[in-house]
């Protein structure tokens, strides 16, 4: 896992979502574990979306389930490019 | 009849956030209004002054609430959140079937509405917009925010009246309980400040020019060196409960709403009617079944404009005569336009249980135009028992509240 992706994703979730940096690992499910929302989650993906200058297919968004699932498809986005 | 009783007030203004630095602003003359440093990148504002509330924390409110929230929303959270303390009213009480909430604002959220505008029309479109910014600038923000924080799930009556939102908050709460739909209503409004509030009344010609340099005097109802109103921002939060309901609970009473009426001129957009205002009072009258000489204080709408401050005191003239004592708070705050109303009435209040009725400030020479009223000139100490509070909005839409002490 890209650890410069990782960090980014755990900034902006902690920034957004008032959360404590050490609750933020890769494992951890956004809604169950972190407490998002689906509002939350369409601000999450506007976030990234922004940060990393591409779109996330709506399809897309239904298949992240963790922290981790974030980061593999910023990762899976930035080898493409 | 049911009677309507209140027992919690919160809010936020430009001369305090509290009742003893409110009561100290008004004793000693001092206005919340100042020049804007912030707005000096906006091009052709006349007047670049305005009432502000000096409070940006709001991390009080938890953030699931506050991410649906702009500015207006979160001043009035938290002044509902301070009125329901200090009623006294449990968790049960506030999500019990019959508590409703009716809460209004003139604009919405204001400062997310244009940010978002302006990035979709100039940045990204609605590619990377945020889920929640309809949620912060909706003209229903304040009262949907409300109710999902405070687990309100009875009546919910937003309101959108601009200058008689949250009068028009005030008197829906109290029909509510008063015919039985409600036993406790959250009921108030507010105005969250923003430039273009300055620029669509200096577009009409109604923002105060020629204080840029003094801000303290700028606002001036009834004056004849009126030029205009100025605009502000704050909110207030009301907890309205049926009479018995209150008692059986053993809540301390702050007074009691009697009347209210709610009417509108039909005749011009803009121009106010005196005609409306006095039908207003009269009917704010015959609700509470009481004479213009039971009224011991009118606070007035009266927001400077060259127009209205003479036309409102014709009104008032016509039904109380020249005896009671008048006075127009907005030289201390500027407009707060969707807050006015409900702030207004807590002042009022804050006249009956302190027997302080405030002062004109600003007023120096009463424009000959305006009728012969008792305008208050330096505030007194007198004993009053009830209180008319007046406020009157664009489309002619007019209300008047009156407060009793039980």
Redesign the interface.
């Known amino acids: 896992m890209n650890s410069d992706v990782f960090n980014k994703v755990q900034e902006i979730i902690v920034e957004q ?2 959360k404590e940096a050490h609750e933020i690992t890769s494992d951890k499910l956004l809604v169950e574990d972190l407490g998002l929302d ?3 989650m ?2 999450l993906i ?1 976030a990234l ?2 940060e990393y200058g591409f ?1 996330f297919e709506r399809e897309m968004g239904s298949s992240i389930g963790t922290v981790g699932d974030i980061v593999g498809q910023l990762e899976r986005h930035i080898t493409k490019e | 009849m049911r009677r309507v009783v209140i027992t919690g007030t919160g809010f936020y203004s430009p001369i305090g956030d509290n009742m003893a630095d409110l009561r100290t602003s008004l004793e000693h003359m001092k206005s919340g209004i100042r020049f804007m440093d912030e707005w000096s990148g906006v091009n052709g504002l006349e007047a670049r002054i305005a009432g502000v509330v000096p409070v940006s924390d709001f991390s009080e409110i938890p ?1 699931a609430y506050r ?2 929230m702009d500015r207006v929303a979160m001043m009035c959270a938290l002044s509902l959140k301070r009125a329901v303390e200090q009623s006294g009213l449990s968790r049960e009480h506030v999500t019990a079937h019959k508590t409703g909430i009716s809460f209004g604002s003139a604009m919405g959220g204001l400062e997310t509405l244009f940010e978002y505008a302006e990035d979709v029309s100039h940045n ?1 479109g609605f ?6 910014a309809f ?1 912060r600038f909706m003209s229903h923000t304040v009262a949907a925010n409300l109710a999902v924080m405070f687990g309100v799930i009875g009546r919910n009556i937003p309101t959108s009246s601009a200058c008689t939102a949250s009068s028009q908050a005030i008197g829906a709460g109290y029909e509510s309980i008063k015919y039985g739909m409600s036993d406790v209503m959250l009921v108030g409004g507010g105005e969250g400040l923003h430039y273009v509030e300055a620029g669509i009344f200096d577009s009409m010609g109604a923002t105060a020019i020629g204080y840029n340099n003094n801000a303290q005097a700028a606002s001036r109802p009834f004056d004849i060196g009126r030029s205009g109103l100025i605009v502000s921002e704050g909110s207030g939060a009301l907890v309205l409960e049926e009479y018995e309901h209150a008692k059986a609970r053993g809540a301390v009473i702050l007074g009691e709403i009697v009347g209210y009426a709610t009417g509108c001129d039909g005749s011009h957009i803009t121009l106010p009617s005196e005609r409306g205002m006095e039908q207003v009072m009269r009917d704010a009258l015959a609700d509470a079944k009481l004479n213009p000489e039971d009224i011991g204080y009118i606070n007035a709408h009266a927001t400077a404009t060259p127009k209205g401050d003479i036309f409102e005191s014709i009104a008032v003239h016509r039904v109380f005569g020249h005896n009671t004592p008048i006075s127009s708070i907005k030289g201390y705050t500027g407009h707060m336009f969707g807050g006015g109303g409900a702030f207004e009435s807590i002042v009022s209040l804050m006249a009956l249980n302190e027997s302080f009725l405030p002062a004109n400030k600003n007023l120096e020479t009463v424009d000959p135009a305006c009728a012969p009223l008792d305008y208050i000139r330096s505030h007194r100490e007198t004993e009053i028992k009830a209180v008319m509070n007046n406020n009157f909005a664009f489309g002619g839409i007019n209300t008047s509240i009156i407060i009793k002490k039980i």
């Open positions: 979502f008032e689906s509002l939350d369409f601000d506007c979306e922004k779109h | 953030r991410r649906t990204s590619g990377r917009q945020n889920a929640t949620l």
